[in-house]
């Protein structure tokens, strides 16, 4: 498959991709132009709305739907709606986002809408009890019960929440300690609430001890995924500054997991962001990169790519 941008129209990142009524449905960031300089807090990241694209399958056209929310529609926003995710239940649904509230903290919001493009109206405050970003819904149809996953380390201001609230003065463990995991919680018959409280997920190495903060080959930084394969559950994101994709299994959506391996090199651009979906009897990797702007890290592009797994259930390294 041609290694080339899904759209190039846009600036898009962060892909979350789910198939509703057989079609794939991507959500991704909106990349846009600004003369704000890269720093690690990542305000150079200034996405003011969200797109929604399809395609009926992988190499097929992209079809554009449009602006399916508005940071102006966003009533406890200030700004940076980064990268999201949707859901379905009850006939609703539902696209889940980070946003800085009017304090500057992020939080997690959510949409609610009777089409998978949208568009989609925000709730007037965000989920009770998220802070941080990157959003993942795992809507699990074997238990009946949907989780949110979420977390991102240094902008996503996941550090600031070691203690219980948020400290602004918050920093990542020491490299000898155990490294952060992402957080996850129950979320309600509504989709809109947790019905259960908030945990930190473990990621473990093969001897099941805690991965460490200084091992930035395996721990966890930002962009989790969950998605199930023959009951397993699995854990993938990024690594961070070392810029890989690895990932952790588990029996339990809020864990512990024990980490299995790396699935992706590092891309053109800074950050790495995905999302892993079955279509067509195959499953995909989406993902971004810098490439359509020649490396400019805050404006990327969604690409695809084929994910394929060993007898054992490992995740082979995408190419």
Known sequence: MPDTPLISHLYTADPSAHVFNGRIYIYPSHDREGNIPDNDLGDQYDMVDY??????RVGGAVVDHGVALDLKDVPWASKQLW????AFRNGKYYLYFPA?????????????????EGPFKAEPQPIAGTFSIDPCCLNDHDSGRAWLVWGGIW???LQKWRKGSFDPNGEEPAASEPALGP???????????FKGPVSEIQILDEQGKPLLAGDH?????????MHKY??????SYSTGNTHYLVYATGDNPR???????????????????????????KWWLFHHDASLSGGRNHLRCVKVKELTYSAEGLINLVR
């Open 51 to 56: 797109h929604v694209f399809s395609m009926d």
């Open 83 to 86: 990268a999201p995710d949707a």
């Open 100 to 116: 800085r509230d009017k304090q500057g903290v992020f939080r997690i919001g959510v949409a609610v809408g009777d089409r998978p």
């Open 155 to 157: 902008g996503g201001q």
């Open 183 to 193: 957080r996850i919680a129950e979320l309600g018959d509504d989709m809109k609430s």
């Open 217 to 225: 080959d395996r721990r966890y930084f930002e962009g989790p995924w």
């Open 230 to 235: 023959r009951g397993v559950y699995y854990l």
């Open 255 to 281: 864990g512990p997991f024990t980490y299995r391996g790396r699935f992706l090199e590092p891309v053109i651009g800074w950050t790495t962001h995905h999302s892993i979906v079955e279509h067509g009897d």
